[in-house]
């Protein structure tokens, strides 16, 4: 069965730091992969996505993130978070065959000043 | 363009109460997705439209749940009777067929009390 595994909870950061967010996923055919997220009192937006092609995918805001095929990871990163990217980051899994959108439980980033 | 709009957004009910949730696609977009988002958690799949076919309701809780997209386009999904385990925010979300994201609406608070 098609899941996904966000392995950082909550996430506490002081401004200009680096951040990584691990997102891993378990599924044998091919994949689309996909970075929301959700600020306070805010729908999903869509920060980035991955379809084909080059597997770093550059998003909006400075975000990044990596596919990693052969670690079935697709890690998101930023070299210098801003304390208005605290947010809930959720990484999101479709398959092809099936067209399902599989969600991770989500990562709670908190930037401080 | 107006993104996908879901009404009411917030909405406090007793349980044993009926509730039923709005949702308008963006224009032209033929599949349309209702998630349930627990506190802490990712949002999970209930069912996907395809025009006004549900192709995927399995994870639909159907001895409660229901949901119809008439003619194609808006949708309404409704809970009855509501239970205290409900409690929930009901995401609408639509996209285009192929290489594209999902866009999400903001989302309907339900409190079942």
């Known amino acids: 069965a098609q899941s996904v595994s966000q392995h950082n909870h909550h996430v506490i950061l002081s401004e200009a730091a680096s951040l990584e967010l691990g997102c891993n996923y378990s599924y044998g055919g091919t994949v689309n992969l996909f970075w929301y997220v959700q600020y306070p009192g805010q729908h999903l937006q869509l920060l980035l996505k991955y379809f084909s092609g080059d597997p770093l995918v550059k998003g909006i805001k400075g975000f990044e993130a990596e596919f990693i095929k052969s670690k079935f990871s697709f890690n998101l990163r930023k070299p210098s978070v801003q304390w208005s990217d605290t947010a809930e980051y959720f990484c999101a899994v479709r398959s092809v065959n099936t067209d399902k959108l599989i969600f991770g439980t989500g990562t709670r980033l908190q930037v401080f000043p | 363009e107006a993104g996908v709009v879901q009404s009411p957004r917030y909405k406090i009910i007793e349980k044993k109460q009926p509730v039923a949730f709005w949702c308008n696609p963006i224009?032209?977009?033929?599949?349309l997705y209702w998630y349930r988002q627990n506190l802490g958690q990712g949002p999970e799949l209930l069912i996907r439209y395809e025009n006004e076919e549900a192709v995927d309701d399995s994870q639909l809780p159907k001895d409660r749940f229901s949901a119809e997209r008439l003619k194609g386009v808006d949708s309404t999904l409704k809970i009855q009777p509501a239970e205290l385990g409900d409690s929930a925010v009901y995401l609408c979300?639509?996209?285009?067929?192929?290489?594209?994201?999902?866009?999400f609406g903001s989302g309907t608070r339900l409190t079942v009390v």
């Open positions: 979300a639509s996209s285009l067929p192929g290489l594209y994201g999902y866009t």
């Open positions: 224009s032209g977009h033929n599949t």
